[in-house]
């Protein structure tokens, strides 16, 4: 069974920084694009940064520069670095393969103050 839990959210102020974990179970993160998405309040899910199979990562162009997504096959996690977090960077974070599938974790809450 395909499971994802992520933590490391948090509150922070303006120009902070956080660095959120995804560990997968039931499914191999080093043959699958894997992806961090976002849903802000009263928005749709969106996928914010996303790391292909053999490295080549992608960002939407809010984060560009700012996020970093990273994976540690051995221990089949995926991470995300975020600097000079801002309050437009407020929502909860899932990861997910990219495609999605239909199966997401309970996320993890990033809330930044300005």
């Known amino acids: 069974q395909v499971q994802f839990v992520e933590s490391g959210g948090g509150l922070v102020q303006t120009g902070g920084s956080l660095r959120l974990s995804c560990t997968a179970s039931g499914i191999p993160i080093s043959i699958n694009a894997m992806g961090w998405y976002r849903q802000a309040p009263g928005k749709q899910r969106e996928l914010v940064a996303r790391i292909l199979r053999f490295g080549t990562t992608y960002y939407v162009d809010s984060v560009k520069g700012r996020f970093a997504i990273s994976r540690d096959n051995a221990k089949n996690t995926v991470y995300l670095q975020m600097n000079s977090l801002n309050p437009e960077d407020t929502g909860v974070y899932y990861c997910?393969?990219?495609?999605?599938?239909?199966?997401w974790g309970q996320g993890t809450q990033v809330t930044v103050s300005s």
């Open positions: 997910n393969t990219v495609p999605q599938r239909d199966i």
